[in-house]
């Protein structure tokens, strides 16, 4: 009676449940998930960066597109090519609107020929269908049918391995293949959130826990660690990735135009191909923006340590630094004006640093520009000193290897 | 040689377009569907061969168009519209205001008789402000260039210089019901309910819905007034003198050429293909088809952005308007003129009700024109989507009760018959192209018009694929076969 | 100077009237507002119908009173409380239910457990719908300019009205222009499948109307219902602390704090006109009052046709006021209950009994409702808006009883043969036998019932035609053209005389926006 009025338990939710030590749960997509299974962080969060974190991720918005025109769709929803994407390949997009600006961001598996698995962080199948229009193509949503785990850090591939039938050594950055663990069937991707050396399994909602288990008992000796989503919100801004309505705002939940960001602005210029044959929503505009260049773009802020120091030196007091990712607006000035605002800022354990994600204006979003963010200390406004860096703040050799 | 303009659609709009093309120096190719140019202006031969004008029982070219062109068109003759009362009364109602229409009137009301002259006056300033607006280009809003606002700032001067009792009768009365409007003139139901089926013919609405005091001026307007115009040998004149003139100018009208795609290359026109395979290149194509057609089927939404592919899918289309045509012995007993079933406004409003959940009206508003021997029947509501039945089954439903309806006025018709032909609106859709057989390829409704025709941010007939544009009766002007949004369309060609 | 010369007389104590009456005395002037009954409040009453169960009679809801009113007079601290309706719900005929939430994420996954797809399409109508009534919203709190007036006060008001609108953008300006014509059938079709998510959506576009959701131009009162201050909430509405009279006491007391006066027991007979002027007002117990202004926040008929003399009018405008639609079409059934009526869909108390319920299977039934009004018929299957106050606000019944309101449509002012007790009765059963459908123990429950018919809303509450807002929510009867063209800015023909009800701009609702303008435009003539 009234279920609907509770939120929604992932697959592993029982296991979840019983290691979640701090009771801190979030609300992700309709989904309770943990928000970190520790009173801090900092086990969570170096578990991923040199170890094997275990990451529920199963509230991602999931679904299958098959039929004749199952490319064509993708080709027509998003700015990649989808023509050059082979079978077990795996692609990273956004995809816009009209006047191209994002809408949402997620990844594209090639599955077969006809056959795509689409992941998204907003109901979507809307969208899908309305782009859909005049094609033979079946759009089916799995979101709550399909389990998703995320398992990140460089010890990751070493663990798969001893659990899956088959090796996962062969298995290239962003490609996917299907083996299994025990006797439930996985589809494995070289894909994850962290910028680390990392995978993201995906199967059947119902067999979901055998295979968690599975992981937990044969990465003991690796240290995997479950891992809550705030950890891996600290890593997703050092690797330069960024989050729909935290980062940017989806173009239809936008109140005005200035709220809407395109996929240029956001850095993603290596994911939309305007080299390719047809029409895909929003070329136009895009193509104008590439003309034209951005009004502002994302970039990475560092702040200078010693700069940040000296501030809270003047009130007699050391740095104090949130120890979690911060989602919460800063200004970024320069010449005396304001020139964008940091839309999420964390501090990096692994980089000892200070770090930002920023809008910012042309032409101070040129990397080395000397800006300043606003900071907060004892109750005042006051202005470090930062600079405009490239993205990704950390990227491990092994990432990609 | 290449042309420089192909145009789809050899109706009135499309000829016209075509002819402003080829009068400014361009090469126009008009191709048609059928073997028959005129569109849903033609007169055509059925059964035993017995011709008729098909979809329109009358009809007007606008009159600056013909002498634009320069076209010589057939004359006609504004018929008075009798409503035929039950107990075999009539009323017959003109807009000139003669003698016989004042006596009509005043024998159901002496009060309405006094009143007509001021309503017929009050309609034409009306339908003459539409006839203004239509001719007005209605730009793509909120940011209207200087040289774009400068007409509409001419038409809303036009209003205001009405003074502003009538500029607000005429506002007022757009979103009206045709009820209301009468209400506020006439007294008698038969007065309100014949001038409501004008409002209401060829629309899916009743009397009593909010906006059909916009669609009795448009009505008023292309008849000029609220009888048929009668074409003198038929409509299908018009659309021969069309032909005639564009063929003098060194336009070209190709018969049985139906185009099925419009060819593209990245959101711009290079040409179209035929049925049979054949190609042929222009970089710019006019449709005079419907939007809904022109742009879901012959361009194909995957060529098109998602949210208007959503705004084309929405163009309320739902055609009502069946045709049961009849030949008969010639003994049909019908007096000249446009005679109407419309006794009472509830009569009226109860067929229409039908309409809203799928069924055919079994009381049908009908309009009946007799030519010699062949007599029409425009009935009316018939809609394109039935809920339980569909077109096969519910064929013979209708032709029974046209013929009885029309019987049930004038009694020695059902003996006179011959030969029924009928349309329904799946034949229109088939036979004359009209999606959902809505003869105004988009309803006139109030979220329909003018900035809004055929789709918001649409009006300019322009479309998202570079080099197409839309001159069909579904685009700002349209709505009847005045030729009028050929015009407008036409226009904007030549500019860009 | 007597007892009875005052600054400004402000005919009807309903929530615009003691509004209007509140901001002139706010400004300093010396004010009476005078009332027919023997209570304040007009259609915004409570009042004990049954000994211990108290009832919003007429008026039920509030979400549009303008919240710089609450702010101005002050009248949290005269007792007002809005406490959210959290939740609406509409019984299905399968014994299921569709229900919404105020918070997002229920309401979803409610809804697609009916639809997926309408699940979705909802989150963006919702924010479509709401960037619509932020666009338009600033529009409402405008004195609307006249398009044929050369003055340079109307002229600037168009210009400054066309600037607003090129300040919005190309998908903003065409979503309003289409909502404001379209039908509300037509607008939710492109959206939704679901059929009973559209009926109960239609129903926000036809309360108060003379129009089935098939008609255009409903749309346009969808948007209307949709501009509820209570941000974030599926439909905003909210019930008054004590009932809807609550809302009116309230304003009472801050006007009187302020300085007015308010006499009940004095119905206006006339307004008494010198040299051209509007110079107070005649009553029917014969007192006579002075004053500079005299302000009518009764309905359009009666504050042109009843109050004053068409000599004084001219006959054009009395034309358009004749010609003004008033047509009621809804009811209200009250009924005082001695449990919890029962939903089959919502067996014993659920939370969803705090919320609206909504008779509202589907467009067509709504759509069949209306047809039989417009052939002058009450509707045999009527749209049924229910909420049971008691369940929100525990002082309206005794513990453990209910009270429940039920806002009935279709129901004509103007029956075939007229509203007698015979027809009012069987009106009274139609809507008990249509909740019977969804909860069967209604009936036996039944403590007491008052049937309010639209010639019931005439009588008690003193409304021409009985109709919710004074004057239909037509496309020809709003903005410039309420109540009459070259009229809408709160004055009338008559130099002394103002209007300022549900009749006037911005229309109906307990909204308070006319009565508010129409004073602000009293003291901006004052000299």
Known sequence: MLSTLELKVTPFHERTSRLSVAQNWRRWAGYRVVGSYDLSLDHEYWAIRDRAALIDVSPLMKYVIEGPDAARLLHRLTPRDIDRMTVGQVAYTGWCDEEGKLIDDGTISRLGPQHFRLTAAEPSLRWLSMNAVGMDVRITELTDQVAALSLQGPKSRAVLNRVCKDKLDGLKYFRWMNTSVGNVPISVSRTGYTGDLGFELWMEADQALPVWDALMTAGDDYGITPCGILAMDMARVEAGLFMLDVDYTAAPHAWIEGQKSSPLEMGLDWAVNLDKKGYFVGRRALEREKREGSAWRMVGIEVEWEGLERLFAEVGLPPQIPSMAVRESRPIMCDGKQVGYASTSTWSPVLKKYIALAHVQRPYYEVGTSVLMEVTVEHHRKYAPAKVVKLPFYEPAWKKK | MASDVIIIGAGLNGLVAANYLAKAGKRVLVLERRAVAGGQAVTEAFGSGFRLDVLHAGGQLRPDIVSDLGLDVPASRSEPLISVLPGGGQLRLTADSDDRTLASIGSVSKRDAERWPGFVAFMSEASGFLDAAYRTPMPRLPNVSFSEGLPLAKLAMNLRQLGPRDMFRVIRALPMSALELTEEWFESDAVRAAIGAVAVHGATLGPMSAGTGYTLMHNWLNRGGLGHRRVEGGVGRIADALVAALKARGGEVRLSADVKRIILDDQTVRGVRLANGEEIAASTVMSAADPRHTLLTLVGAPELPPEFVWAAQSIKMRGSVAKVHLLTDGNHGLPAG????????????RAYDAAKYGQVSQQPYLEITADGAVVSLHYQFAPYALRERDWGQERAVLERSAVDTAAAAFPQLRSSIREIKSLTPLDLERTYGLTEGDLNHGQLILDQMFFMRPMPGWSTHKTPIDGLFLCGSGVHGGGGISGAAGRNAAKVVLKA | MSVNTYDAIVIGAGHNGLIAGAYLARAGKKVVILERREIVGGAAVTEEIFPGYRFSEFSYVVSLLRPEIIRDLELPRHGLKILPLPSSVTPLDNGDYLAAWADHEPTRREIYRHSPRDAEAMDEYSRVMARAAKAIKPVLSLVPPDPSSMSVRDMLGLLRLGKYAKSLSEKELYRIAKLVTQSSADLLNEWFEFDALKGTKSASGIIGTFLGPHSPGTAYVLLHHYMGEIDGAFRAWGFAKNGTG?????????????????????????????????????????????????????????????FVESQYLPDEFVTQIKSFRVRGSSGKVNIALSALPQFTCLPGESPLHKGAISISPSIDYIERAYDEAKYGQFSKNPYIDIIIPSMIDRDMAPPGHHVMSCFVQYAPYDIEGGWDDQKRDAFGETVIRTLERYAPNIRRIIVGKQVITPKDIERIAGITGGNIFHGELLLHQLFFLRPAPQWADFRTPLPGYYFGASGAHPGGGVMGAAGKLAAHEVLRDWR
């Open chain 2, 338 to 349: 446009t005679l109407i079933v419309a006794p009472s406004v509830r009569y009226v409003e």
């Open chain 3, 246 to 306: 609550g809302v009116t006491a309230a304003i009472a007391a801050s006007a009187r704090a302020l300085g007015a006066e308010i006499r009940t027991n004095a119905a206006v007979k006339q307004v008494i006109v010198k040299g051209g002027r509007a110079a107070g007002v005649a009553l029917e117990n014969g007192d006579e009052l002075r004053a500079k202004v005299v302000l009518s926040a009764a309905d359009p008929k009666r504050t042109f046709l009843g």
